[in-house]
C-alpha cells in the first residue's frame, strides 16, 4: 500500500493536495487520477469556450509520478444574427 497526493489545476485556480489517499499500487492511482478529472470535467463547466484541466499525482515522498491532462474547446458552427 502507498499513499498518493492529487493535485488539480484547471487554469483559473490550482488545488494542491495536503491528505492523499492510499492505494495498492501505481496504476490505481493512474486510474483514480482518470476518473478525478473526467468528474471535475462533468461537474466544472468552463467559463468561455475553452479551459484546460491537468491532475498530477504525487507519490509518499511528494514526488510527481503521473499526469492526466484534457482540453475542452467549443466553437460556433453557425454565424451569429
Known sequence: MAH???DVNDG???SVDDYGV??????EA???AMRELSLIIRDDLPDGERANYVVTVRDETSTPIYVVMAA???ESLLEST
Open 22 to 27: 492510499t492505494y495498492k499500487t501505481k496504476d
Open 12 to 14: 483559473r485556480k490550482r
Open 4 to 6: 498518493f497526493y492529487f
Open 30 to 32: 493512474k486510474q483514480a
Open 72 to 74: 475542452v474547446m467549443g
